[in-house]
């Protein structure tokens, strides 16, 4: 009987999730088009459409007076999808992760103080996401930093962009490394106290992952600045020989004095 | 030190090793050990080990500069000078035609026949090309474009700045001999104080 219940709620949860992800790829255009401007268009759809799209929690009116938007997974899983580094950067807000967690902790130990024990689960599944979503962030900048790194910044044609790029590159890793330094892991230690569930959460696995992407953190650092000394050498080599072709140009008749070279 | 016989005929010959142009006797000479009994065996001939910053290519120097070693270096920098515009100017030709974002450093590969078609379709670098093997230090007598370039790097080879891995097929590579050069051009530059910059950052400030 139990089976035959869950087989059911697969197969729902199936259909609706199916119908929903084509939601995303009929609409694809006014929805990107929404991503970029970050409102979308409502004459562009029809009522119908909009129902939809708004039932299926793609689209959302933070308020009244605003206009419709994507939700902000849906955001950030283009923002993904397109490695679009200024979102991402955006979305680094470690700090502001941190208060949701905060929050959530507190919410959590309330329903459990009133034994409200479903709503403790449901909230503990939250943290779980936020926490994990946290440590993911890191995770998907990091990647993209290993990225850049192991393709020498082939994306951009010339040296001097290559040389702007690492630069860029090494901004941002000091920003997470910033961000890094936020959290706070005696606080943490604070916040679940007395929670074995807590704990390991806050406590242990966060602590694992992030000093894990500490290590990542200095290991790119240490190659980007060697690759930009290399970059600057290239440079300077590249320099060098333009300088003196022109200068032997322009005095044909120079001979340096008659000495020894440096050995 | 029979060991390293062939290895000193060569230094004493002039040739530059390095990782590209003698691989074994590169890793030989990186011993310290090995450079110390090189130079204890070089000592009567009055010449000594040398490299340059990097240790990326050693080469043999004077111990005491003798009025005859000093002749002898005099000759061989007149002959470096001399190759000093050609051999920029090919390095300036090749990062060109290849499309480079850096100039050619040890260990990079030149196909021969890359660069002959990738010159072919572009008049302006087929007119400096011409001009450049047309220069006395590769002194070419032909009109045709491949023999012209068959030559500018036959000539680099001869020089020691390229090296043919296999006698039939046209593809070289860059020798530590490079590195050498343009260490000898900053020496110039600064003995002779020439307005010749290097460093990026004063470059964009200028």
């Known amino acids: 009987m139990a089976d035959a219940a869950d087989r059911n709620l697969t197969s729902s949860l199936f259909t609706i999730g199916a119908e929903r992800l084509a939601l995303l790829g009929k609409y694809h255009k006014v929805l990107m088009q929404g991503y970029l401007q970050g409102f979308v268009e409502e004459t562009e759809l029809s009522d119908s459409a909009l129902k939809k799209l708004i039932a299926a929690r793609i689209l959302w009116r933070p308020d009244e007076t605003q206009s419709l938007t994507l939700r902000p997974q849906l955001s950030e899983l283009i923002a993904s999808m397109v490695s679009d580094e200024n979102r991402r950067q955006v979305n680094a807000d470690v700090a502001q992760k941190l208060e949701q967690i905060h929050n959530r902790v507190q919410a959590y130990k309330e329903a459990q103080f009133k034994g409200d024990y479903t709503v403790a689960e449901m909230q503990l599944q939250r943290l779980t996401e936020l926490v994990h979503d946290l440590s993911g962030q890191f995770e998907e900048a990091i990647d993209s930093l290993w990225n850049r790194l192991n393709t020498d910044f082939g994306f951009v044609g010339s040296l001097n962009e290559k040389i702007r790029e690492n630069e860029r590159a090494q901004q941002q890793l000091r920003r997470l490394l910033d961000g890094l330094q936020l959290i706070d892991f005696n606080q943490m230690i604070e916040l679940a106290e007395g929670n074995s569930h807590l704990r390991k959460l806050l406590v242990s696995r966060l602590q694992h992952q992030l000093s894990g992407h500490h290590g990542s953190l200095l290991e790119v650092q240490k190659r980007l600045i060697a690759l930009l000394a290399k970059f600057r050498q290239q440079q300077s080599r590249s320099l060098l020989i333009n300088n003196m072709v022109s200068f032997l140009r322009q005095h044909p008749a120079y001979s340096p004095a008659d000495y020894p070279p440096s050995q | ?206």
């Open chain 2, 1 to 206: 030190m029979i060991q390293h016989g062939p290895l000193l005929e060569r230094l004493l010959a002039g040739d530059f090793v390095c990782a590209i142009s003698d691989p074994d006797g590169y890793r030989h000479l990186s011993d310290g050990e090995t450079r110390d009994a090189i130079n204890h065996y070089l000592r009567p001939l009055n010449r000594r080990l040398a490299s340059n910053d990097d240790k990326s290519v050693y080469f043999l120097a004077y111990q005491e500069l003798t009025p005859e070693a000093r002749e002898q270096i005099s000759q061989q920098f007149a002959l470096t000078v001399q190759s000093l515009l050609p051999v920029l100017e090919w390095l300036q030709l090749v990062q060109e035609t290849l499309g480079h974002d850096s100039a050619l450093s040890a260990g990079d590969t030149l196909k021969l026949q890359e660069f002959v078609l990738r010159a072919e379709d572009n008049q302006s670098l087929r007119q400096r090309l011409q001009t450049l093997a047309n220069d006395r230090f590769f002194n070419s007598q032909s009109e045709a474009l491949d023999q012209q370039v068959k030559l500018i790097f036959r000539r680099l080879k001869d020089h020691g700045y390229l090296q043919q891995p296999h006698g039939d097929r046209h593809y070289y590579v860059v020798t530590g001999k490079i590195d050498y050069l343009l260490d000898m051009i900053r020496f110039i530059r600064d003995e002779e104080h020439l307005p010749v910059e290097d460093d990026p950052t004063q470059e964009v400030l200028l």
